[in-house]
């Protein structure tokens, strides 16, 4: 029996085998809306009932109230802090992010697990523990407390330890959005832009970043709307000196400890519609992610 007769052999049984439908399991309806009740539920329990809460409370007032709130020196002062620390510690990850991204996807060298595991560091580590790290680092007793007391230069309880601890726990965002697309493309379209001749810059502009465009957007935003909304180890690194080094999140803490209720969830309020755009464009970046792109 030669290749040619058992080919035609098989070949109905390939035929029969490829016409057959897999079987299709049918859940109950009652299972299916009961998923759906218990999905539903608990969205709206843990996360639109809070949310609507905010703004109900905030507006309750009046408007008046909730502008002066939010107009006040002090609630001022930290929203711009806030603005002034996320424009420091976003470019600085999104600069350590590529650079990080790139060497972990396209070079082998000794202790690239290690940087690897070390990028995850913030996630594992609470953000508490985090601000009493840089207050040892940077601390008047702390190793280079001596240093920094001779020079003049004051690094916890001021802007530059703010912005050391968010950029610290910003770290991975960055890093693991680009990483996976990195390795993913993989680096042949980025060598044979070298071998046509390209400089380093112009296959970074024209091949590398056209390719990774999305994922960078998405890992800085959701790099900043962490910045913004860092609590625990700014807290620690702060001080918590009214108008000089409380951001938002910190602001809002000494409102509704001073039980000035409706104050803190008018400034909150600022704080969840941040956080509503900020989900808003990750809906708008993940459908631009999926859809196909074309090379130039």
């Not at 960055?174 to 996976?180: A, C, D, K, S, T």
């Not at 112009?202 to 990774?212: A, N």
């Not at 969840?272 to 990750?282: D, K, P, R």
Request: charged share 10%; aromatic share 10%; proline share 6%.
């Amino acid at each position: 029996m030669n290749a040619s007769t058992i080919a035609m052999d098989i070949a109905p049984v390939v035929a029969e085998t490829q016409r057959k439908a897999p079987p299709v399991i049918r859940e109950p309806q009652w299972v299916k809306w009961l998923l759906i009740t218990l999905g539903l539920g608990w969205f709206v329990a843990l996360l639109l009932l809070p949310l609507v809460t905010v703004f109900i409370q905030a507006l309750s007032p009046g408007l008046a109230f909730f502008w002066r709130a939010i107009s006040e020196p002090d609630a001022l002062s930290a929203l711009g802090l806030t603005a002034l620390v996320t424009l420091f510690a976003v470019p600085l990850n999104l600069l350590f992010g590529l650079a990080a991204a790139w060497a972990i996807a396209r070079f082998r060298f000794p202790g690239r697990q290690l940087l690897v595991t070390l990028i995850d560091l913030p996630f594992s580590v609470s953000p508490v523990i985090a601000g009493l790290m840089l207050v040892l680092l940077f601390g008047s007793h702390g190793w280079f407390g001596d240093w920094l007391r001779e020079h003049d230069i004051k690094v916890i309880f001021a802007t530059p330890g703010i912005i050391l601890a968010t950029t610290f726990i910003t770290v991975p965002f960055v890093v693991r959005e680009l990483l996976p697309q990195m390795e993913a493309r993989g680096p042949e379209e980025e060598e044979a832009a070298i071998m046509l001749g390209a400089s380093g810059l112009q296959m970074f502009w024209r091949v590398t970043l056209p390719g990774i465009r999305w994922s960078l957007m998405y890992g800085v935003l959701l790099c900043t709307a962490r910045a913004v909304g860092e609590f625990g180890a700014v807290s620690v690194v702060s001080g918590h000196i009214r108008g000089q080094t409380n951001t938002l999140p910190l602001h809002i803490e000494i409102l509704y400890n001073e039980y000035q209720t409706g104050a803190a969830f008018a400034v909150a309020s600022l704080l969840a519609l941040f956080g509503i755009f900020t989900l808003l464009g990750e809906t708008l970046l993940a459908r631009l992610r999926g859809q196909p792109t074309h090379s130039h």
